[in-house]
Structure formats: structure tokens, C-alpha cells
């Protein structure tokens, strides 16, 4: 397998990136509190430093802290029956102990349901944690997708006056030619992001999916900097040197495998390793492609954020299932895994239901496997390890 | 009707609900639309012609509904499911269920997926209850459950139906207060128990049959009661286990309000008959006790649980908080830790699909039952 170089630059984006959020006060910038589904570009445009405690806790999985520091949550009366994010985060909080030196206090919370509604509970806690106001931005999912003309408007009114809140908070009035650009670099940045996914279908596929939840920090926390940009242009520059050249992730890739939920972050490395060695890649993921449809246009981004928020992003039952199977084609699979997790019950209860559909409809099987996306108590690396190895004999005899 | 005599129709509703649900269809040949509890209106069902049938998941255990959902979901969501696996809803023509949650919006999905044959809805609730737009939005969102509800009914929609319906249930809230009320007063003979089976009643039977039968009860029956009650206030989503109301009455606590779906704050406030009958219905939604998924500014949510806590004169609170309830289980700390600095002590139970010990849960209520009558003068 040979490394690829772009990755290289994360440490030091990383770095800069949580230094200056800590540097923000001294900046007389304000820090607000996000999740996925909200205007990051709204609050890079008001020059305010926006941090995503999601973020926070999925490093402190991957550097295998969770054990370390959500037992201090539980502590609290937070139960391990809840998403380990927020108890890893509040945990860190408690303990002072993180791998990115803590959080700056917020000014401000900013959530989004259209995700989950763990965030606003979270947000909930922080908010009086921190004494510091929040916003819910309320995402009434419709059913299976049919327009909802009352949602809409709804959606649309809290992201307009969320403008109103954010430069009460920030001090500064929204510039519309700054806001314009930080729309457009937003939109290379996703246009970058979702090129880099599609380099996928090449066959060898050049990147492993856990290089692309590795890669996931600029498009979560940069969108609508020079910098989120700089980085993807890079690596979709090797990655399109590596498919002229028929490079591939592996070195030998017998089966193209889906990845269906987020990643277990203190695996990625061991399970990265033993897929590898079995020359079994992960080419593509429902979590990575979530974050391919986040640009907005210059001209009603109000209009454009309502859409994704409600539609968009509405990973129904039925929408997921036609998605993985044209993705199948897409990519040309062989099988999918799918991660029940126990935090992200969102993404994970119809699972037995997708898993049952997909493989009726296009015969490629999958393996449900239950773990968790952040804390290693709620499952056994060997036990994952048997069923993956139980799956890919699967494959094999299918050939 | 006297004294034990008069408690039989709502008991053998609670037993056999599909069966008084089957046996009103045979009768008026109706549609009978079931609903997964929390906030759905139960008028705009009854106005379509159809009876609204509560379908309470909790308590229900078995081994279908891991098949389609997994372990780590709350005993409400999976227990429907296994009902509905096992052939007990097949009574139902369509079923409502409320976006409240997570688990609320994949159920739905599931359901639909498990039950194509029936008509299903998805009542997609705003959780940002102190914005003004969600009154705009919810009233749109009853106007089209109501338009769908006609559809499946073939009932012309009218606003005079819908009126009517509001009203009979003003009445049988307001007789179930009545009840409730009692239990404070006539704890020996209006039970917790009993009185649940009103109000578990109340969502199943036609409201125009239990509004009747709650007339007939012995409302001036008067006895002794030689225990000494200690007042307590519930916070969570519907009576899980089932028999912890019978438990709380044999180990003397009087539960004097709760916040659960199936208990007094789905009675707490009436909708009225001011104005337009959505909005009516809307304004109501608003107004009540908020749901543990909805949001309102966070210090606000617990100094509002608070002052209801103090408000009601308890001496301690229970929370019921079922296993996995992401919800639930984010409020709770804060929320006791606000009671502490009051000098109000509290419990957590927790609930689960798999079924909790009674005789467990006993050890537990009865010591902290002890802990609080200490303190009692």
C-alpha cells in the first residue's frame, strides 16, 4: 500500500486549525458552536470561528481516548446506553484531558435535527454547561421526501433570522460580497470533495474509505476557507495521477466493499490493516458522501440550505435504499458492511430492513456488524474481525 | 353501576383493546387508525369517522421485532413493532405515527415497510416550541393529517366535525382530571391503578362510550385510608413497567402529577373553542408540558420542570426513563441536578424491551420511599 502524500498536510491543518480557534478570543472573534447541517459559510462570513464538538469527540475516539475520558460523563448520570460523542465530549470537558487542547468556550450553539436529535439534546447540556445562548434549527423531515411546502418555509424563516442572532453575537454586520465568497470557495470545496468520492469507481480504486474519513476534517470544520480548498486540490490531483496510472489503495484489490454508517474511530487502523491484508477496500460509504451536496449557490443560499436540509439530507429508508443500490453499479461492489451502531441510532435501526432490500434487489449480500462509533466498551475487535472473515469466505465462494 | 362493577368496561378495554376496537368497526363499519401516543390529535382522527386506538409498545416483549429493528431501541418502538409481527393490529385500517424522536422517524419507515397494506402516516411535530413559526407550521401539518385522515375515511372534510370532536374530548379531559383529582383525595379507593385504567382506557374505547361509563363511576365513594402517602411527581413517556402504578400504590406513594403521555399531562389542558379548530388544536400542542424530544431555550427547560415539581407538592420525583431513549437520558442529569440543589431527592428507573424485575424495582422505589418519609414531619 503506498501512502498518499496529501494526507501528510492534516497534522498541520489540524493543528492550525484548533490553535487559532484557541487564539479566537484573543482575536476578538466569537467561536460558535456547530454541527453538520447549519450555515458554516454564514459564520466564516461574519468572521466568527465556528467548532464542531462532533469533531471534537471523533478525535478523541481515533486517538483512543473515549475509555480514558467518557467514564467521567457516566459519572454525571450521562448513561453508556447514549451516543458516545457527547459523552467522550462532555467527559474531555470534565477530565480537562483532550487531544486538542479542550474546546474554546462558545458564544454561541448552533444546532441542526436534520441530523439527529442527539445534537440538540447535546447542544442542550452544553448551552447550560457554558451559559451561553443557542439556536435549534428545526428540520421537520418529511416522510419518504414528497415536497413540503409549509417545512420549507419554516426552515427557511429560523435560517433567516439565525443572520439577525449570529451578528448580534459576532458584533459584525453580514458583508454580502464577503458572504458571496465564502459561498464560492464553500462550493469548490464540496465540488473537490465529491470528485475526490468519485474517483472511487476507478478500478483499483486509488483511496480506502478510511483515508477518506481521515481526510474528513476540512470539509466538516473548513468549509468556506482558502485552506479546505488547497487541501482537496491537492489530493484530487494524486488521486487522478494514481487512476491514470492504475495505482491502487491496495496492492492487490479482490473485493470492493461498502461501508454503511460512520466509522468505528479507535479501528480505523486495525481494521484498515486486516481488510487490507485481505485485499478486501472499502470504496465507498454512505458518511463520506453525506458530505457531497453541502455547496449552496450565491444567488438564494437561504433557498439552497432549506432544500438540502430537508430534502437532501433526508437519508429515509427508501432514499437509502435506491441510493446503495446505484452505487452498487456505480462502483461495482461486492458486498456491504454494515456498522449497527449503537450510539448513532439514527442511521442504524433500519438497517436489518436496508441490508434485507438491497441485497433482494441487487444480490450482492452484507454483514450487519455491531460495534460503536467511538467507544470500545460495546464491542470486541475480534469478534468484528470473525465476521468480516466469515463474509469475505462469503465472497469468495461466490466467485 | 356500583363499586366494583362500575371499573369493569375501562379494565377490560386496557385488556382486549383490539377487541372493543374490532367489535365498534363491526358496529359502524368505520375505519379504526391507530397512533404511537405522543401529541397526536386524537380529534382530527375522530372527526375523519374513524376511532383513534392508542398502540403502546411498552411492556410487550418478544423475539419478531429484532428481526426489523435492533436491541438498542427503546421497549415502545420495539414492542409496536412485535404487536404488529404478531398479528395484534391487524385490526387497524392505518396508523399515526409522530416524528418525536429518531427512533420515531426509522419506525415509521420500518412500519411502512413491515405494513405496506395499511394507511400509514408520518405527523412530523416542530420541536422548536418557542419559535414563533412552528405555530405556522404545525397548523399546516394538522391540516394535512386531517385532509389525509378524510381521505382513507372518505368523510368530507368539516371544520364543524372537527368542533364537535374538540369538544368531547375537552369533556372527557376534564373528567379525567376529575379522576386524577380524586386519586389525590380518595387515594384507597381511586387508585393509581385504577385511575391509569381510565386514562389507558380513554385512548383506545370510542370517547363517547368511556365518557359515559366514567359518569356511572361511584364518584362520592368514601374510605379510610390507613396509609401514609408520600406525594410524588413522574417524569417520563408512558407507565413502563407495566404494574409500577400498582407497586407505587402498595408501597404508599402517591404520584399527585406526571408528565407521561398516557397520564396526566395528556389532560392537563384543554383546547377550547376559540376560534378556528386547528388552531385550537395548534394552540393547545403548544401550551402543554413539553415533550422530553422538544426543545425550548435550555436553562428554561429545566427551571420550567422544576417549578411544576414545586408547583405540585411532591416530595420526591421518579423518573421512568426507558432504555435507549437518547432524550430522555441527555435531560435527566441536569435536570436532577437542579432538584438536588432544591432539597428534592429523585430517582431514575429505566425501562427496557427486555423486561425489568418488578421485584428489583420495588427494592429500589421502597428505599427511597423510606429516605423521603424520614424527612417528613
Known sequence: ?399 | MNGEHAWKPFRETVDAPMERARAWKEQTGGKVIGHLLPDVPEEIIHAAGALPTAVEGAGTQGTQAQAHIPGYTCSHAMGAIEQGMRHDLDILDGMIIPYVCDTTRNLFHIWNHCFPNKSNEFLRLPKRLDYPGAAEYLKAEFSRLADSLCNITGRPRDDEDLAASIALYDRSRAALRNAYRKQREQPAVWTSERVQTLFKSAAKAPREDHLRWMEALPWDEQSQDAMQRVPIYVRGKVWDPPGILDLFDKIGLLVVEDEMTTGYRGVATDAGSDGDPIDVLVRRHLSLTPYTGYHQQPDKLVSGFLERVQGSGAQGVIFLNPKFCEAAGFDTPDFQKALENAGIPSLVLESSSRGVSLEQIRVRVEAFREMIAEDLP
Open chain 1, 1 to 399: 500500500m503506498q501512502p498518499i502524500q496529501a494526507l501528510k498536510h492534516l497534522k498541520t491543518i489540524t493543528a492550525q486549525y484548533f490553535s487559532s480557534a484557541h487564539m479566537a478570543k484573543r482575536n476578538n472573534k466569537a467561536i460558535v458552536y456547530l454541527n453538520v447541517f447549519t450555515p458554516v459559510e454564514l459564520f466564516y462570513a461574519l468572521d466568527m470561528v465556528p467548532v464542531y464538538p462532533e469533531n471534537h469527540a471523533a478525535i478523541i475516539g481515533a486517538r483512543k481516548m473515549s475509555q480514558e475520558v467518557s467514564p467521567a460523563a457516566e459519572n454525571l448520570g450521562y448513561s453508556m446506553d447514549l451516543c458516545s460523542y457527547p459523552r467522550c465530549d462532555i467527559g474531555s470537558f470534565v477530565m480537562r484531558l483532550s487531544p486538542t487542547w479542550g474546546l474554546p468556550k462558545p458564544d454561541l450553539l448552533v444546532g441542526s435535527n436534520g441530523q439527529c436529535g442527539t445534537i440538540t439534546k447535546w447542544f442542550e447540556v452544553l448551552s447550560r454547561m457554558y451559559e451561553v445562548p443557542m439556536v435549534l434549527i428545526d428540520v421537520p423531515h418529511s416522510g419518504n421526501g414528497e415536497r413540503d411546502p409549509a417545512a420549507e418555509r419554516y426552515v427557511r424563516s429560523q435560517l433567516e433570522d439565525l443572520v439577525g442572532v449570529a451578528e448580534g453575537i459576532s458584533g459584525n454586520s453580514l458583508d454580502q460580497d464577503k458572504f458571496k465568497e465564502t459561498i464560492r470557495i464553500s462550493q469548490e470545496a464540496s465540488r473537490l470533495w465529491t470528485r475526490m468520492l468519485e474517483l472511487g469507481t476507478a478500478d483499483p480504486a486509488p483511496m480506502t474509505v478510511f483515508d477518506q474519513f481521515v481526510a474528513m476534517f476540512p470539509i466538516v470544520s473548513q468549509r468556506g476557507t482558502q485552506e479546505a480548498v488547497d487541501f482537496y486540490s491537492e489530493l484530487v490531483n494524486e488521486l487522478e495521477e494514481r487512476v491514470a496510472n492504475k495505482v491502487g489503495a491496495l496492492d492487490n484489490e479482490r473485493y470492493r466493499l461498502f461501508w454503511d454508517n460512520l466509522p468505528i474511530w479507535p479501528e480505523l487502523r486495525p481494521l484498515s490493516s486486516f481488510l487490507g491484508e485481505r485485499g478486501a477496500g472499502l470504496v465507498a460509504s454512505i458518511y463520506t458522501w453525506a458530505w457531497s451536496r453541502l455547496g449552496v449557490g450565491e444567488d438564494d443560499p437561504f433557498a439552497d440550505w432549506t432544500e438540502q436540509y430537508l430534502y437532501t439530507f433526508n437519508f429515509h429508508m427508501s432514499k437509502r435504499i435506491d441510493m446503495y443500490v446505484e452505487l452498487a453499479k456505480r462502483y461495482n461492489l461486492h458486498g456491504f458492511l454494515y456498522h449497527s451502531n449503537r450510539s448513532c441510532k439514527y442511521i442504524s435501526q433500519d438497517i436489518p430492513e436496508v441490508r434485507a432490500a438491497v441485497t433482494e434487489r441487487t444480490g450482492i449480500p452484507g454483514v450487519i456488524l455491531e460495534a460503536d462509533h467511538n467507544d470500545p466498551r460495546l464491542y470486541t475487535v475480534a469478534s468484528l474481525e470473525r465476521q468480516i472473515d466469515s463474509f469475505l469466505d462469503l465472497l469468495a465462494q461466490k466467485r
